[in-house]
Structure formats: structure tokens, C-alpha cells
């Protein structure tokens, strides 16, 4: 089965520092990656997604992530943090029947 | 487009009592799935459904029914509240084979406290 693994339960960055939010998988077959965000008491947003190609994956709000078929990791980056992106970030696999598996989310706290 | 929307926002049951969630989608996709969310345990997908009239058990589905009478409506239902149901429940929909796409959109959320 599918399966991905977010490492930190919680990242601290300093406001105007590079953030990464880590992310392994373990699938068999070619990977279908996502990341979610979500804010306090709202459903999830879709950040971006990785199926193939291009291994720097561009997203809303100037998120990006970078997939590694070697490590198997898809890290979720910024290049400059802002309070504003403090939230709770999950990162999801597609299963097979069309499902998604998600991790159990890594929350981000950007330090003014 | 008011995209996913979810009803009730809020609800307080009482251990035995029954209710049902509505959960409602305006962008024509076939996909939709309840998931719970707590803390620590991210989100687990309860049942899920390919299209109308047909529904399936996700990892955690015991407890709890579902309908898919209409596309655009997934119901989910409690016949017995237990205090093990608290928890955070979200609806999501998709068009994977409309569109190719994936990504799942997401209502809002209900919270429900089981007393």
C-alpha cells in the first residue's frame, strides 16, 4: 500500500527565512504526490502536485517542492517564510481506487 | 460557486442519539469521500463514493453509514453516537475521470462533540 511519512510534527521559522516542510513515500509504481494546506477551523487547500516531469513542482501562494526519486522525498520549500503561511501542512499520496493517503500533517509556525 | 459546503458546522450529541451530516458539491464531480480528523492522527477516510448510487468503506467506516442518492450529495450518517466519534469531519470531492485530476476540494468541516 501507499504511504507517506511527514517526520517533524512541528517546524519553527524565523519570518524572512527559507522554510522546508519534510515528506518520504513509499509507493510502488510512479508516485502521484500532493501537498495540503490548511488554516485554523478551515477544510484543506490544495497546494500543489507532483505526477511527473519536471522534479521542481510550483504552487499556490509561492510554495514549491522538490521531488527526490532517490531518497523518495517530495519537501514542501519557500524561500521566504511569512506569518501568514503558519498552518498546518499535510502531504498525500494517491492510493490505488482513486483514493489519496494523507500524512498526519506538520504544523508550521513562522516567528515574527 | 459555493464549491464544497458541509451541514451543520457545529453539533452536540448525546451518547445513543442519531444524525446525519449533508455534505453538498456544485462542481459536477463524480468523487466524494467523509474523512475524520483528530489530533495527532491526520485525516482517515471513512467511506467514499465513484458516483451516484454507489458508495465504499474507507479505513476507518464502522459507525457510520452513507448515502449517495443525488451526484452532488454524499450524506453521512450516525445511527448511534459514541464519545469515540468527537472528532472533526470533512467532505471532499473530485473529478478524476472527467478532468484526470486528483486533488481533492474540501468543505469546511463539521465539529461534533458526542457527550
Known amino acids: 500500500a501507499q504511504s507517506v511519512a511527514q517526520p517533524e510534527d512541528q517546524v519553527n521559522v524565523a519570518e524572512g527565512n527559507p522554510l522546508t516542510v519534510k515528506c518520504t513515500y513509499s509507493?510502488?509504481?510512479?508516485?502521484?504526490l500532493f501537498w495540503y494546506v490548511q488554516y485554523p477551523n478551515r477544510g484543506l487547500q490544495f497546494l500543489l502536485k507532483y505526477i511527473t516531469g519536471d522534479n521542481l513542482v510550483k504552487g499556490s501562494y509561492g510554495f514549491e517542492a522538490e521531488f527526490n526519486k532517490s531518497q523518495t522525498s517530495f519537501h514542501l520549500k519557500k524561500p521566504s517564510a511569512l506569518v501568514s503561511d503558519s498552518a498546518l501542512y499535510f502531504c498525500a499520496v494517491r492510493d490505488a481506487g482513486d483514493k489519496i493517503i494523507f500524512g498526519k500533517g506538520t504544523r508550521l509556525h513562522i516567528l515574527p | 460557486n459555493a464549491g464544497v459546503t458541509q451541514t451543520p458546522k457545529f453539533r452536540v450529541l448525546k451518547t445513543g442519539q442519531s444524525m446525519t451530516l449533508l455534505c453538498a458539491q456544485d462542481m459536477n464531480h463524480e468523487y466524494m469521500y467523509w474523512y475524520r480528523q483528530d489530533p495527532g492522527m491526520g485525516l482517515r477516510l471513512i467511506h467514499y463514493s465513484v458516483g451516484e448510487g454507489t458508495t465504499a468503506k474507507g479505513e476507518v467506516p464502522d459507525g457510520y453509514n452513507v448515502s449517495r442518492l443525488k451526484k452532488q450529495n454524499f450524506l453521512l450518517g450516525l445511527e448511534s453516537a459514541a464519545p469515540s466519534q468527537t472528532s472533526v469531519y470533512f467532505c471532499?470531492?473530485?473529478?478524476?475521470?472527467?478532468?484526470?485530476?486528483?486533488?481533492?476540494?474540501f468543505g469546511p468541516g463539521t465539529r461534533l462533540t458526542v457527550t
Open positions: 509507493v510502488s509504481g510512479n508516485p502521484y
Open positions: 471532499a470531492s473530485s473529478s478524476p475521470r472527467t478532468s484526470g485530476n486528483y486533488e481533492q476540494y
